[in-house]
């Protein structure tokens, strides 16, 4: 790859955190090859977490609520375990924090068992992938404890919190195509347009797509986004073209990934439609707002009937004095009633 070239067509933030977001759904087999040939080499390449901050989530199974939270459908039980294992970085953490590593690695394992066709899973399978990965299945602190119970397990609680739907919210206001499926995946708020688990070509921002210089891996997309480079994209940079990795494809019929969420975007870039939850949550906004506007709009048809009644009743009591009507429009009392 011509890394000299990446920081030209891609734009280096220089001294500056990378952010990274990555969000899958349970039963996507293209989330699954993403976050195994992808999303873990990167993890394992040993970025530092003071140039890289990742997130990675499940995408949501329904849609966010009028209050801006989530609540979580029985679908979504299936990622109350991963939900669990990376309740301490809802919001994103550095690329090499320990938790959010394992927590990563136990998504990877676990997604085997139920993204992959023909696929069984169970309390062993799951108990395997948390011994696998460092992690507690049993016990007060466990993975088990935290997933189990439905709408009153912990997990729901985590998937209805403000730090995971801000989240999801935020990606409202990113910049991309017109239509894209799971996995989502973001670098510095903006569309990373890859068309296999490790083939990256493009990376969107305001003014549109930004082609990197030659497709490439996930690490290679992210270490085109650092200035100076770390140790690890050197590593990367000198065995590049020694070891070549084989390249596959997404499968573009790939049902469960277009399940799970299809974000679409209009003229100026923001997300605005789709089976996501992301366009219902700006139509809802929409909604707000007209609703807004016609409530003014009643308000002001409303006085002016006032007016034009007092108006009348004034011209009805000419021989009156002046200013006789106790209760004129704006001297009514108003009562204000908070909840």
């Given at each position: 790859?011509?890394?000299?070239?990446?920081?030209?067509?891609?734009?280096?933030?220089?001294?500056?955190?990378?952010?990274?977001?990555?969000?899958?759904?349970?039963?996507?087999?293209?989330?699954?090859?993403?976050?195994?040939?992808?999303?873990?080499?990167?993890?394992?390449?040993?970025?530092?977490?003071?140039?890289?901050?990742?997130?990675?989530?499940?995408?949501?199974?329904?849609?966010?609520?009028?209050?801006?939270?989530?609540?979580?459908?029985?679908?979504?039980?299936?990622?109350?375990?991963?939900?669990?294992?990376?309740?301490?970085?809802?919001?994103?953490?550095?690329?090499?924090?320990?938790?959010?590593?394992?927590?990563?690695?136990?998504?990877?394992?676990?997604?085997?068992?139920?993204?992959?066709?023909?696929?069984?899973?169970?309390?062993?399978?799951?108990?395997?992938?948390?011994?696998?990965?460092?992690?507690?299945?049993?016990?007060?602190?466990?993975?088990?404890?935290?997933?189990?119970?439905?709408?009153?397990?912990?997990?729901?609680?985590?998937?209805?919190?403000?730090s995971y739907a801000a989240k999801l919210a935020a990606t409202s206001s990113y910049f991309g195509p017109l239509s894209v499926v799971t996995p989502f995946i973001y670098v510095n708020g903006g569309w990373l347009e890859c068309s296999g688990p490790n083939v990256c070509s493009a990376i969107w921002a305001a003014d549109g797509r930004r082609p990197l210089a030659k497709p490439g891996s996930l690490l290679e997309a992210v270490c085109s986004q650092l200035n100076p480079l770390p140790a690890a994209c050197q590593a990367a940079k000198s065995q590049h073209g020694l070891a070549v990795e084989a390249q596959s494809h997404f499968n573009r019929h790939c049902e469960n990934c277009v399940e799970v969420g299809t974000v679409r975007w209009d003229q100026d870039s923001t997300a605005t439609q789709g089976g996501g939850a992301v366009g219902r949550l700006r139509a809802s906004r929409l909604f707000l707002l007209l609703s807004a506007t016609a409530l003014i709009i009643a308000s002001a048809v409303t006085a002016w009937r006032r007016q034009l009644v007092s108006r009348q009743q004034l011209d009805s009591e000419k021989q009156e004095p002046c200013g006789v009507l106790a209760h004129g429009p704006g001297q009514a009392s108003a009562t204000v009633s908070t909840r």
């Amino acid at each position: 790859m011509c890394w000299a070239l990446l920081p030209l067509l891609a734009g280096t933030v220089a001294g500056k955190q990378v952010s990274l977001e990555v969000y899958y759904g349970a039963e996507c087999e293209n989330c699954l090859a993403f976050v195994e040939q992808g999303l873990m080499p990167v993890l394992h390449a040993g970025l530092p977490g003071t140039s890289v901050r990742l997130t990675l989530l499940p995408w949501m199974a329904g849609r966010l609520d009028a209050d801006g939270l989530y609540t979580p459908t029985r679908h979504d039980e299936t990622v109350f375990p991963h939900i669990c294992t990376l309740r301490s970085f809802l919001r994103g953490g550095p690329i090499d924090a320990l938790g959010l590593v394992h927590g990563a690695e136990f998504v990877a394992c676990d997604l085997q068992s139920i993204a992959l066709p023909g696929a069984y899973r169970d309390e062993a399978t799951l108990r395997r992938c948390a011994n696998r990965s460092g992690l507690s299945w049993d016990g007060p602190d466990g993975i088990k404890d935290c997933a189990e119970g439905g709408r009153r397990a912990r997990a729901f609680g985590l998937m209805r919190s403000v730090s995971y739907a801000a989240k999801l919210a935020a990606t409202s206001s990113y910049f991309g195509p017109l239509s894209v499926v799971t996995p989502f995946i973001y670098v510095n708020g903006g569309w990373l347009e890859c068309s296999g688990p490790n083939v990256c070509s493009a990376i969107w921002a305001a003014d549109g797509r930004r082609p990197l210089a030659k497709p490439g891996s996930l690490l290679e997309a992210v270490c085109s986004q650092l200035n100076p480079l770390p140790a690890a994209c050197q590593a990367a940079k000198s065995q590049h073209g020694l070891a070549v990795e084989a390249q596959s494809h997404f499968n573009r019929h790939c049902e469960n990934c277009v399940e799970v969420g299809t974000v679409r975007w209009d003229q100026d870039s923001t997300a605005t439609q789709g089976g996501g939850a992301v366009g219902r949550l700006r139509a809802s906004r929409l909604f707000l707002l007209l609703s807004a506007t016609a409530l003014i709009i009643a308000s002001a048809v409303t006085a002016w009937r006032r007016q034009l009644v007092s108006r009348q009743q004034l011209d009805s009591e000419k021989q009156e004095p002046c200013g006789v009507l106790a209760h004129g429009p704006g001297q009514a009392s108003a009562t204000v009633s908070t909840r």
